[in-house]
T-cell receptor, first 111, second 113 residues
């Protein structure tokens, strides 16, 4: 079983819609969760961090964490074509500064 | 622009060459990372340095040799690489304690002839 799992997609949504990206993780003691956006040929860019159960909003982005279900999600409201990218879910392990990445979900926002 | 600077941006080398990748950060971070990323795949961890000491080596072949000369610098020395080593090499840093995230550099695109 992988540490972090994501649906690889592609997830296609029309411009202006809400995109919902999901991630599950296996280690119950994980405390830190991150979403990165990666455009093709570029490096990952941190867009959200979440540490507590519930929702965290930053502009058009909302991260949701449910530790009991070992589930973290990212909602993108009013999706724009510029949001088209691969979104990586990352979970920080308890030891040795190790981060576990999911395989990424490719998002296509169609004009 | 990122606060983690990687040089060079592109590198083409033959299988018998020796080259080095460089990474620099001035955010006071004490953990630094090397990742390898192939197309359409997530970053694959290679090495972690914590407080300038190697703390994780993910069974990387010895043709890759990391070095952390000080808390701001991280090098990856390359020797006798194979064509399958062609990839994007990413450096990242994090605070080194607590729950803080990693920040990535722009990467070095490496091609092995």
């Amino acid at each position: 079983q992988k540490e972090v799992e994501q649906n690889s997609g592609p997830l296609s949504v029309p411009e202006g819609a809400i995109a919902s990206l999901n991630c599950t993780y296996s280690d119950r003691v994980s405390q830190s969760f991150f979403w990165y956006r990666q455009y093709s040929g570029k490096s990952p860019e941190l867009i959200m961090s979440i540490y507590s159960n519930g929702d965290k909003e930053d502009g058009r982005f909302t991260a949701q964490l449910n530790k009991a279900s070992q589930y973290v999600s990212l909602l993108i409201r009013d999706s724009q074509p510029s949001d088209s990218a691969t979104y990586l879910c990352a979970v920080k392990g308890n030891n040795f500064n190790k981060f576990y990445f999911g395989s990424g979900t490719k998002l296509n926002v169609k004009p | 622009d990122t606060e983690v600077t990687q040089t060079p941006k592109h590198l083409v080398m033959g299988m018998t060459n020796k080259k080095s990748l460089k990474c620099e950060q001035h955010m006071g971070h004490r953990a630094m990372y090397w990742y390898k990323q192939k197309a359409k795949k997530p970053p694959e961890l290679m090495f972690v340095y914590s407080y300038e000491k190697l703390s994780i080596n993910e069974s990387v072949p010895s043709r890759f040799s990391p070095e952390c000369p000080n808390s701001s610098l991280l090098n990856l020395h390359l020797h006798a690489l194979q064509p399958e080593d062609s990839a994007l090499y990413l450096c990242a840093s994090s605070l080194g304690q607590g729950d803080q995230p990693q920040h990535f550099g722009d990467g070095t695109r490496l091609s092995i002839l």
